[in-house]
């Protein structure tokens, strides 16, 4: 009995401890549920800082009007507001065009609209952008040529542009078609004129009396030198202007070489007449002597037939042996006057031409080197003209020492002309 007790009492303590057992384990899952389980912590991720907005770039879309000096020309440039006012130094009024790259310094937008990105430009040359328009518009090979086109500010780069290198070129007008042919009608229309006077016309040919018919009289050196610079000065001035619409073009030394060309002519004139006087004043001269010897040679040789040999006394031979030698010395006069006569009639006597080159380059000796000097510094004078009008739109600026050299050559030419046979 006292087994079973303690077996009763040993089976309650079991139960109980396991009644304990499952409570605290009930426990432990119910605040296991509870908490939530640990969970790894993220790592702080670096906050991004706020991108800024990129400014759109602008760029040159369209072109409108005639792409040559002195006109208007509208230029359309996208985002150009958006430009504006990305920065206090993005000023559109001072943009100015680039053409071919290279830009037109001075040259701002007459008319400016940014909210719809219109610049409006009128194209001139100023003292800032000559050069610019000198290597642009020099040397042309046709009226009109291809070129790029931008804006952009003097000091920085051109915007991109839809004309740019590549891409589709603007036309560049050199020299506006219309006015072009009629400069080239008029210049033309000059040159065969000139031409007609040289050729048919003594306009540049030596003074003189006129030849036989079908000839024409010797060609002037001084005279022809000035029909030269006449011209390509002409033309020169024509086209110039008609580039670049400048009018004060002709410079000073130029002024001083025409007056070399005009002084050599001048001083041809002046030595050629004094000849022709001298000439005819000995002709005047020598004539009236030969018409009072041939009377005084009439009227001896009358008194010598009235006196008769057959009757005659000492003093009648003495006076005709006085008038025969009278009549030997007025023949023999005469025949000297005859020959002067003869000589400065043939050097009077209208000479023909022989030719351009050759009437410009001798005189009545032969081949002149004074001639040939004179003749060759203006051709290359005139040269350098033709190529400094051509590259530089400019009339070229001679030095004093060439334009010496030029008037030493004159002067020598002047010199030699004065014991020149006319």
Same mark, same amino acid.
């Given at each position: 009995m006292q087994t079973l007790t303690r077996l009763v009492q040993t089976l309650l303590? +079991?139960?109980?401890?396991?009644?304990?057992?499952?409570?605290?384990? *009930?426990?432990? *899952?119910?605040?296991?549920? +509870?908490?939530?389980?640990? #969970?790894?912590?993220?790592? +702080?991720? @670096? =906050?991004?800082?706020?991108?800024? =907005?990129?400014?759109?770039?602008?760029?040159?879309?369209?072109?409108?009007?005639?792409?040559?000096?002195?006109?208007?020309?509208?230029?359309?440039?996208?985002?150009?507001?958006?430009?504006?006012e990305a920065s206090e130094a993005n000023?559109?009024?001072?943009?100015?065009?680039?053409?071919?790259?290279r830009a037109i310094r001075g040259n701002y937008p007459e008319e400016l609209h940014v909210a719809s990105g219109r610049l409006i430009y009128h194209l001139e040359i100023t003292p800032d952008n000559k050069k610019v328009w000198t290597d642009l518009l020099g040397a042309p090979k046709s009226m009109r040529e291809p070129a790029t086109l931008s804006v952009g500010l003097e000091d920085g780069s051109?915007?991109?542009?839809?004309?740019?290198?590549?891409?589709?070129?603007?036309?560049?007008?050199?020299?506006?078609?219309?006015?072009?042919?009629?400069?080239? *009608?008029?210049?033309?229309?000059?040159?065969?004129?000139?031409?007609?006077?040289? #050729?048919? =016309?003594?306009?540049?040919?030596?003074?003189? @009396?006129?030849?036989? +018919?079908?000839?024409?009289? @010797?060609?002037? /050196?001084?005279?022809?030198?000035?029909?030269?610079?006449?011209?390509?000065?002409?033309?020169?001035?024509?086209?110039?202007?008609?580039? =670049?619409? *400048?009018?004060?073009?002709?410079?000073?030394?130029?002024?001083?070489?025409?007056?070399?060309?005009?002084?050599?002519?001048?001083?041809?004139? /002046?030595?050629?007449?004094?000849?022709?006087?001298?000439?005819?004043n000995q002709l005047q001269d020598l004539t009236a002597e030969k018409q009072a010897l041939e009377e005084g040679i009439t009227q001896t040789q009358s008194d010598l037939n009235a006196i008769d040999p057959t009757t005659a006394t000492a003093t009648d031979q003495s006076n005709r042996e006085l008038l025969n030698r009278q009549l030997t010395d007025s023949r023999t006069r005469l025949n000297q006057i005859d020959q002067q006569l003869r000589t400065l009639n043939s050097q009077q006597s209208a000479t023909e031409s022989a030719g351009f080159l050759r009437d410009l380059l001798s005189d009545s000796t032969g081949y002149s080197f004074h001639r040939f000097q004179i003749f060759a510094w203006t051709i290359v004078l005139g040269i350098i003209f033709v190529s400094s009008v051509y590259n530089n739109l400019t009339m070229p600026e001679f030095s004093t020492t060439l334009l010496g050299l030029m008037g030493l050559s004159a002067g020598t030419y002047i010199g030699f002309k004065f014991p020149e046979q006319k």
């Open positions: 303590l +079991a139960g109980l401890l396991m009644f304990a057992f499952n409570s605290v384990r *009930a426990q432990g *899952a119910t605040a296991a549920q +509870a908490a939530p389980s640990p #969970t790894a912590t993220p790592a +702080a991720q @670096p =906050t991004a800082s706020p991108t800024p =907005t990129p400014v759109q770039e602008p760029k040159v879309i369209e072109v409108i009007g005639n792409l040559q000096l002195d006109d208007l020309v509208e230029v359309r440039v996208e985002n150009l507001d958006k430009w504006n000023e559109p009024s001072k943009l100015v065009p680039y053409i071919n790259g051109a915007f991109k542009s839809v004309h740019g290198r590549g891409e589709q070129p603007v036309t560049l007008t050199v020299i506006s078609p219309v006015y072009g042919l009629v400069a080239l *009608a008029v210049i033309l229309s000059t040159l065969i004129f000139m031409l007609w006077l040289v #050729t048919r =016309t003594n306009i540049i040919r030596e003074r003189g @009396p006129a030849p036989a +018919a079908g000839k024409r009289r @010797p060609y002037n /050196l001084g005279r022809a030198q000035m029909a030269f610079w006449f011209f390509l000065i002409y033309a020169s001035y024509l086209s110039i202007w008609l580039i =670049t619409d *400048a009018l004060d073009t002709i410079t000073t030394s130029l002024l001083a070489l025409m007056g070399i060309s005009a002084g050599t002519a001048l001083g041809e004139v /002046l030595i050629d007449t004094g000849k022709d006087t001298t000439k005819a």
